[in-house]
T-cell receptor
Framework: GEDVEQSLFLSVREGDSSVINCTYT??????LYWYKQEPGAGLQLLTY?????DMKQDQRLTVLLNKKDKHLSLRIADTQTGDSAIYFC???????????FGTGTRLQVF | DAGVIQSPRHEVTEMGQEVTLRCKPI?????LFWYRQTMMRGLELLIY????????DSGMPEDRFSAKMPNASFSTLKIQPSEPRDSAVYFC??????????????FGPGTRLTVL
């Protein structure tokens, strides 16, 4: 199958770290992505990781990739109220232009 | 660059009417995607084009939906006749695609369609 799975909801306290998890299915995916969707807006690319990397850090964002388990995670350090949004992971599909998106994780910061 | 442009941003129509959604991709991008987002079904890929040619339309719900890309800077998604269950947010995205690219898709702001 081509399912990309995520938990639906995550609630964190402001200042804490958030970890959003994703499992994917296509081991041939070249890139894996994290997108953010704020209310009433389109999806915005946050970061991506090449499949031969284990980790990528970009300011407050850290992406970890476990190819063996087909597991991708996004860590947001020092979570702020502005980080409240829906986060989607996505994988490339069989070396096509198509992306397969997860169900999205709604992050609520309180 | 202005990013992906979609129009209209909001559309309210009555069941049975024809609806046309428009998209202008980022200049130089050669892949264009139409998505639909609902609470129940999440984000669904409807169709995508590469170099103005439809590549995969397996996500198009039924014959009432059609999409065209007459040139590299314009695409339409048409619903005729529209039904209440078509109510959703429709996104257009474009990608530079091709060798050496990251295949990153850039999304427009979406068109919120309500069919009464």
């Amino acid at each position: 199958g081509e399912d990309v799975e995520q938990s639906l909801f995550l609630s964190v306290r402001e200042g804490d770290s958030s970890v959003i998890n994703c499992t994917y299915t296509d081991s041939s995916s070249t890139y894996l992505y994290w997108y953010k969707q704020e209310p009433g807006a389109g999806l915005q690319l946050l970061t991506y990781i090449f499949s031969n990397m284990d980790m990528k850090q970009d300011q407050r964002l850290t992406v970890l990739l476990n190819k063996k388990d087909k597991h991708l995670s996004l860590r947001i350090a020092d979570t702020q109220t502005g980080d409240s949004a829906i986060y989607f992971c996505a994988e490339t599909y069989r070396n096509t232009d198509k992306l397969i998106f997860g169900t999205g994780t709604r992050l609520q910061v309180f | 660059d202005a990013g992906v442009i979609q129009s209209p941003r909001h559309e309210v129509t009555e069941m049975g009417q024809e609806v046309t959604l428009r998209c202008k991709p980022i200049s130089g991008h050669n892949s264009l995607f139409w998505y639909r987002q609902t609470m129940m079904r999440g984000l669904e890929l409807l169709i995508y084009f590469n170099n103005n040619v439809p590549i995969d339309d397996s996500g198009m719900p039924e014959d009432r939906f059609s999409a065209k890309m007459p040139n590299a800077s314009f695409s339409t998604l048409k619903i005729q006749p529209s039904e209440p269950r078509d109510s959703a947010v429709y996104f257009c995205a474009s990608s530079p695609s091709g060798r050496g690219s990251t295949d990153t898709q850039y999304f427009g702001p979406g068109t919120r369609l309500t069919v009464l």
